[in-house]
């Protein structure tokens, strides 16, 4: 236990501190850092965490998925579309993990059994998600209520912490355990270090008696429902609706994010942290007019952010040596 404290205070993980101390010079106003940002910053944070997890968990083994937002962009559809039908959030939930599960099993086959070219199968997935979610969406339509706030006992009433962490939806308390306990699997334990290798050298993890393929089709579909609940997140929790176009590029972001941590869980969520404060940020500027400028350009903040922290990390980081390589059994 205390190696493992360690390494998540390490260097390697230092994107937390880097988080915070940025966005207490970012978020204030008056002088005054605002609960308020800092809550709303956390639960825009949360779904490209989520999704950023997807890329970790499919790179990690060696198979790029830039189909996370077409994952996120169906299973938001059909969580809101199903929670209509029946007028329950969980059934439209479980449903929504179903499809994501099922979207990360047809990129699983494209990429390990058919060895597709990953980005074109990737692409094929969004091209799917965009076309049926346009197709089938109707207007209209409403749900019976979202996952309302849940009170922690007595952590949610420390000051300014407690609001920020501790008073959230079910899906965001599910969604931090999930990212917590991958970081936790991908280091400490036998199948984060089989992923590993596989991500690296398939081979050699093949010659130790990995089975490469089998290993590639479960975390891929795993990943897959694991992006369904980012998308589920936007649509029973967050916003509690759904238009065309809803996840409006958050899968891509996801994976800038996912680079920006190292392909570690706790930088990929430090790093959506960072993002989702900036975007925080960036609506308050709109709503208090802080500031004589085009809200169309506090609302790019955000991104032209994200663009300049990547530029500046770009040449810093090393992806899978496998990442994007078909393989198959005995090749060398």
Request: charge should be positive; glycine fraction near 10%; include cysteine.
């Amino acid at each position: 236990m205390g190696q493992l404290t360690m390494k998540l205070l390490s260097k390697r993980n230092g994107y937390f501190l880097f988080a915070i101390l940025a966005t207490a010079f970012f978020y204030s106003k008056d002088g005054d850092i605002t609960t308020s940002v800092y809550a709303t910053g956390a639960a825009f944070a949360l779904p490209l965490a989520l999704a950023a997890m997807v890329g970790i968990m499919c790179e990690r083994t060696g198979i790029v998925n830039i189909g996370i937002e077409g994952t996120m962009l169906l299973s938001a559809f059909v969580a809101f579309f199903v929670s209509s039908l029946t007028q329950n959030i969980i059934i439209g939930l479980i449903c929504a993990v179903f499809t994501g599960s099922m979207m990360g099993l047809i990129l699983a086959v494209m990429a390990v059994s058919w060895r597709m070219d990953q980005i074109i199968a990737g692409t094929i997935l969004n091209i799917l998600a965009t076309g049926l979610t346009s197709f089938l969406y109707v207007q209209g339509k409403t749900i019976p209520s979202v996952f309302q706030a849940i009170e922690v006992p007595v952590l949610s009433k420390i000051p300014f912490f407690g609001p920020v962490l501790f008073i959230h939806g079910a899906l965001t308390f599910i969604g931090i355990a999930i990212i917590l306990a991958l970081y936790v699997a991908i280091y400490h334990t036998s199948w984060g270090l089989r992923s590993r290798a596989v991500g690296e050298h398939p081979s050699s993890a093949d010659t130790a008696g990995v089975s490469v393929a089998r290993l590639r089709y479960i975390n891929v579909t795993i990943a897959g429902g694991i992006g369904a609940l980012a998308g589920a997140y936007l649509s029973l929790e967050l916003v509690g609706s759904f238009e065309r176009g809803f996840t409006a590029g958050k899968g891509f972001t996801a994976l800038a994010l996912m680079i920006f941590g190292r392909w570690n869980p706790l930088g990929a969520l430090a790093a959506a942290l960072f993002f989702g404060l900036a975007q925080a940020y960036a609506n308050q500027l709109m709503i208090d007019q802080v500031v004589n400028i085009p809200t169309q350009f506090t609302a790019i903040l955000p991104y032209v952010m994200t663009i300049v922290v990547l530029t500046i990390s770009a040449g810093k980081v090393r992806p899978p040596a496998a990442e994007g390589q078909p393989y198959e059994k005995g090749q060398a």
